[in-house]
């Protein structure tokens, strides 16, 4: 199935570079149960915020997971609704490729992962949810004092995204992203949990000829960082009365 992973990777993936599948990541690999440490993110947090000016670290936190959630979103997302497998994006499975700085530029996978044992929307992003963003998710806000709400929120925008872009994949049925939108519309997990990924975004239509504007339900605080200021899909902005980017559901994530 190595081959059929790298088949993704045409049309809203086309400048993504497929994961590495290997059962030996190599030193050059990262594994991602690294991420739970509290002294390895304190120091991943000081190398990424240099291009930040060491900034609020909170801040820091939420831009680098931006990234890391892009990537785990658009590679988990496209293997199971695509192709109906799901990859081995576990922590204790998971090794990542990162940029000098600490930002996470590819995943690196032990096996090209298995057939979905669930189908259902509510079950079968499971390991993407429990074995991975779960925890991590508790590790950030741990590590920064940012709220976990911030994170859950950049996952869900990226979550949402890829559901919404991989409609246009040359592979993609009918309502190819119809199981992760069911997810996103459920307040509560088949076990009564509150889902964290309940409407991360929301698209307002401004009455004209316009494309329906592209919301965040919650911001990403990365105005804490003074020279970057508000994202454009930012629920504050809006309020604020700012403009924000217009678009389709394809158009680019804000980061």
């Known amino acids: 199935m190595t081959q059929a992973l790298s088949t993704l990777y045409i049309g809203p993936l086309e400048g993504l570079a497929p994961p590495r599948v290997t059962p030996t990541p190599g030193p050059d690999a990262l594994p991602a149960r690294t991420l739970l440490e509290p002294v390895y993110l304190a120091e991943l947090f000081e190398r990424f915020g240099t291009r930040y000016g060491h900034g609020d670290r909170r801040a820091v936190a939420s831009l680098w997971s931006k990234w890391h959630f892009s990537a785990l979103a658009a590679h988990g997302l496209a293997a199971n609704l695509l192709l109906e497998r799901d ?21 690196v996978l032990r096996h090209a992962g298995r057939p979905l044992s669930e189908l259902g929307a509510l079950s079968r992003f499971t390991t993407l949810l429990d074995d991975h963003l779960v925890p991590l998710v508790e590790a950030l806000a741990m590590a920064t004092g940012a709220s976990p709400k911030v994170f859950w929120s950049n996952a869900g925008n990226y979550f949402e995204y890829f559901a919404g872009a991989l409609a246009d994949h040359p592979m993609a049925g009918p309502d190819v992203g119809e199981p992760a939108r069911a997810l996103m519309e459920s307040r509560s997990l088949p076990d009564g949990r509150r889902n964290p990924l309940f409407r991360p975004v929301r698209y307002v239509d401004p009455g004209k000829a316009d494309a329906p504007t592209r919301i965040r339900r919650l911001c990403c605080i990365r105005y804490l960082i003074d020279e970057l200021g508000y994202c454009a899909n930012c629920p504050l902005e809006c309020r604020r009365g700012a403009t924000t980017a217009k678009g389709k559901r394809v158009a680019k994530a804000s980061t």
């Open 87 to 107: 990859l081995p994006l576990g922590l204790d499975d998971l090794h990542l490729q990162q940029s000098p700085e600490g930002q996470t530029t590819g995943l």
